[in-house]
């Protein structure tokens, strides 16, 4: 099982970016995936999950701006950030589990 992310990069204050979670060696569709994120100096932060229904949970701190969806055919699980802010910046990863979790791509707002 593979997760390898893409998509980020610097933006400015209120800038938007598109994550992208390529996921291979599974269904990812049959399985919760979610996306993470940790700032330097920082505890790990969930920011969203999608469950294999389809149906979305989000931290509170990126409700309404960020959004977590999933293309099956791709096996790809997206997270789209718009209005985002400086304290968005952080290495954001998707994960399985424990065991399989992507690299993770950067985020940084100024």
């Known amino acids: 099982v593979q997760l390898v992310e893409s998509g980020g990069d610097s933006v400015e204050d209120g800038g938007s970016l598109t994550l992208s979670c390529l996921i291979s060696?599974?269904?990812?569709?049959?399985?919760?995936i979610g996306w993470f994120r940790q700032a330097p100096g920082k505890t790990r932060e969930g920011v969203a999950i999608?469950?294999?229904?389809?149906?979305?949970v989000y931290a509170d701190s990126v409700k309404g701006r960020f959004t977590i969806s999933r293309d099956s055919a791709k096996n790809t699980v997206y997270l789209q950030l718009n209005s985002l802010k400086t304290e968005d910046t952080a290495m954001y990863y998707c994960?399985?589990?424990?065991?399989?979790r992507g690299q993770g791509t950067q985020v940084t707002v100024s």
């Open positions: 060696g599974l269904t990812s569709s049959r399985y919760c």
């Open positions: 999608i469950r294999p229904t389809g149906t979305t």
């Open positions: 994960q399985k589990d424990v065991l399989h």
